[in-house]
């Protein structure tokens, strides 16, 4: 599998959502698995890719502003701040993309490759990765922790100083130079350096995305493979149709699996299907299965998660449950449409994996052991769900 990874970072270097990149890595895909799936498609769409993380830089100067109206005008910075923090939970931390509409359109392609059973389908099962990388991160690369620290904190000042706001409104707190509620004005002021973070979030570099997320493009890739009998796999299962789905642009905010939701779902759930998602498989110590996704609100399938955990233990491979305090996966995007979805993820959830969006996103840094193992772990559950098929 680390052959596939190394092939499309020389080939491709780091694929920015809705780069020429991005895209050329995409149709090198297609190639890839039209060597060993029945079928293969390209669904091309045009999506705003830069409203997720080009809003904050508008949400961070509106901020800013708000702080020096409430010197002078402080119904008016409240009532700013409100909307602020409206917008900023609606669009970005919710994924609810409110603010696309602002944003100019780039053009991006997904990628699937169909392996079909061996007789009826009676169900379909989509394994799917990403194949774009970020531009680096770099107050997370500089500042390690603190840097994720700060991008945190830069978001909890919203309603922090919307709170304050609030006292001094209804307490009639008068902000006059060194007295009690300007000192607190004055804490405001020094941790708006934080606002850095969203005002100046990315580097110049594109990384290489090899754990974040080639491992879980290789994965959903070679699963497929083992499958597809006579095309270069092992076997066939009886009635699981798989679709290995190589995503566009989750780095800018899940947008291609959400436009390939909105063009496939309703097919999707009239044939029986359910999705299982691989991100960031950096090694074998920290594979986990997340029951939700905190910032989305999205709970995934328990269903879905109880057949894999006792896959996980059939084959003997460690792993974790537990939610990713931040972000999102493509799986997101399946379970809000209503198609079972379960993520699968491979990095630590309670600390900022060096790796994690910065230039030591590289093969160098992958281990392969985790890929390997969550391979095994697949093919027991897909044996598994197959044979429970009536």
């Known amino acids: 599998m680390l052959w596939l990874i190394n092939e499309i970072i020389k080939n491709f270097g780091g694929r920015a959502p809705g780069s020429r990149e991005e895209s050329e890595a995409q149709y090198f895909m297609r190639e890839y698995l039209a060597g060993f799936c029945h079928d293969t498609s390209l669904h091309e769409f045009s ?24 010197l002078i005008f402080p119904w008016v910075s409240a009532f700013i701040l409100f909307i602020l923090l409206i917008l900023f939970l609606g669009h970005f931390v919710i994924y609810g993309n409110w603010l696309d509409f602002l944003f100019p359109l780039k053009r991006s392609v997904n990628v699937t490759g169909i392996i079909n059973p061996e007789s009826e389908i009676k169900q379909t099962v989509i394994l799917s990765g990403h194949i774009d990388s970020v531009r680096e991160f770099i107050w997370f690369k500089r500042w390690k922790f603190m840097g994720m620290f700060s991008f945190l904190l830069a978001g909890l000042l919203i309603p922090l100083l919307l709170i304050f706001n609030l006292i001094i409104l209804i307490t009639g707190g008068i902000l006059t130079p060194f ?77 291609g699996s959400l436009e390939f939701v909105k063009k496939y779902g309703e097919e999707l759930k009239k044939g029986n299907s359910f999705l299982i998602n691989f991100d ?86 992958l281990d392969p052991a985790g890929i390997e193992k969550l391979k095994l772990v697949m093919i027991d559950f897909l044996k598994n769900s197959d044979k429970q098929i009536t």
């Open 179 to 255: 007295n009690a509620w300007f000192i607190v004005w004055s804490v405001f002021l020094l941790l708006s350096v934080s606002q850095i973070t969203y005002i100046l979030p990315f580097g110049k570099i594109v990384v290489d995305g090899a754990i974040d997320n080639l491992s879980g493009v290789a994965l959903a890739s070679e699963t497929g493979r083992f499958f597809s009998g006579g095309k270069g796999g092992v076997e066939r299962l009886k009635h699981t149709r798989i679709i290995v789905a190589s995503f566009a642009c989750e780095e800018a905010g899940l947008k």
């Open 47 to 70: 999506n705003p890719v830069d409203a997720k993380f080009s809003s904050l830089k508008y949400f961070s100067f509106t901020w800013i502003l708000s702080l020096f109206l409430l």
């Open 280 to 365: 960031s498989i950096k090694n074998d110590k920290f594979l986990t299965l997340q029951p939700a996704e905190i910032m989305t609100l999205t709970k995934f399938n328990s269903q879905l998660f109880e057949k894999l955990k006792t896959s996980f233990e059939n084959c003997g491979v460690e792993y974790f449950v537990k939610s990713t305090p931040v972000g999102a996966t493509d799986a997101t995007s399946f379970q809000r449409a209503g198609i079972p979805s379960a993520s699968i993820i491979g990095i630590p959830t309670d600390s900022l994996d060096p790796s994690y969006h910065t230039r030591y996103d590289t093969v160098e840094n």
